[in-house]
């Protein structure tokens, strides 16, 4: 048995101070009367003895409900486990480029973006590793921070579901950039001070670095030096690629334009953080990828898992506002007065 908020025990002081000024006002009180051994054996009616029950049902009533604030619960399940687990920094590239269509898997009904790829590739990822520590950022022109660290694996899926390209006339040009240096460092930062001694990251990015604060060899060096291997993906190819635009009319097509990332740089960061550069060119290469990552070398952690509690507070809510209620019947139809 415990408590959910102990920290409502203190309004124990407010009531043990309100329960001795009533107890010390009603000593220190008295009228003066003569001798009154010719008075009736019986002189005080069922009023006067409703006075000395109304204080007490005030008091063990506010007390009860003061417990049920505190919550008391019991624990129903709670484990002790070892995992094995790496933590992961997902880095994923969401420029104007990540509209391209060149990734839609063959035989599908629909194009699908590059970014929409990706998005269902890590989702599937994510969810064969359950025990591992994954968070998530994304670049543009600036990079973003979606998703610190996290164990909680289906908030991070929720969090990956809302990720999209920045579109629209009210977007800046920066935006729609790549800021590959600043995406690097900001997971670098995220996985410093991570439990597992593992880490590594999955830069995933289709352009080249034309923005940003950090340089990609800054955030590379960065990376070495704390131990945090950087997996690089490069998605797509140099050359035409389909995109889907909208015609005079509104109507949607496919028009196609010269893109182009810089593939050596990417080699560059793995090559140097000691992990390994993919070249992806269709969804099952980026899958292939995924999972030969998914191969690495884990930590063992130990961890206490609390799952479920059963709570008791109901029982103490229920007494507790049944006794102040009915005090407060007792003195206002009977008593008639404060007390």
């Known amino acids: 048995m415990n408590f959910a908020t102990p920290l409502a025990f203190l309004l124990l002081i407010p009531w043990a101070v309100a329960a001795w000024r009533l107890y010390r006002k009603g000593k220190r009180t008295g009228v003066l009367f003569s001798a009154t051994r010719d008075l009736p054996v019986r002189t005080a009616g069922w009023r006067v003895a409703l006075t000395h029950v109304i204080p007490p049902l005030f008091l063990v009533g506010s007390l009860l409900l003061i417990v049920a604030a505190a919550r008391p619960r019991s ?191 990417l080699r560059s960061i793995a090559t140097q953080t000691n992990g390994r550069y993919f070249g992806v060119r269709d969804n099952d290469g980026l899958s292939a990828a995924l999972k030969e990552i998914d191969s690495l070398e884990k930590t063992k952690i130990d961890r206490q898992v609390y799952d479920r509690y059963n709570d008791h507070f109901v029982p103490f809510l229920f007494a507790g506002a049944a006794l102040i209620l009915l005090a407060l019947s007792l003195n206002i139809q009977l008593i008639r007065r404060v007390l």
């Open 75 to 265: 624990v129903l399940t709670r484990e002790h486990k070892s995992i094995q687990a790496i933590a992961i920094g997902m880095v994923v590239d969401v420029s104007g480029s990540m509209e391209g269509l060149d990734l839609t898997p063959k035989g599908a009904s629909s194009y699908q973006t590059r970014l929409e790829v990706v998005k269902e590739t890590f989702a599937k990822f994510v969810q064969k590793r359950p025990d591992d520590l994954i968070g998530l950022v994304t670049f543009g022109g600036y990079a973003s921070t979606r998703s610190p660290l996290t164990a909680d694996h289906a908030a991070l899926l929720h969090v990956l579901k809302g990720v999209e390209i920045p579109s629209g006339q009210y977007n800046s040009q920066d935006e729609t950039m790549t800021a590959i240096g600043d995406g690097l460092a900001t997971a670098v930062a995220r996985l410093k001070d991570a439990e597992p001694k593992t880490r590594i990251i999955i830069l995933l990015s289709d352009g080249l670095s034309n923005a940003g604060i950090i340089t990609p060899e800054e955030a590379t060096d960065a990376a070495a030096k704390l131990g945090v291997r950087v997996y690089t993906i490069g998605v797509g190819s140099n050359g035409r690629t389909p995109f889907r635009v909208r015609d005079a009319f509104g109507r949607e097509a496919i028009s196609y334009a010269d893109t182009q990332f810089d593939e050596a740089q």
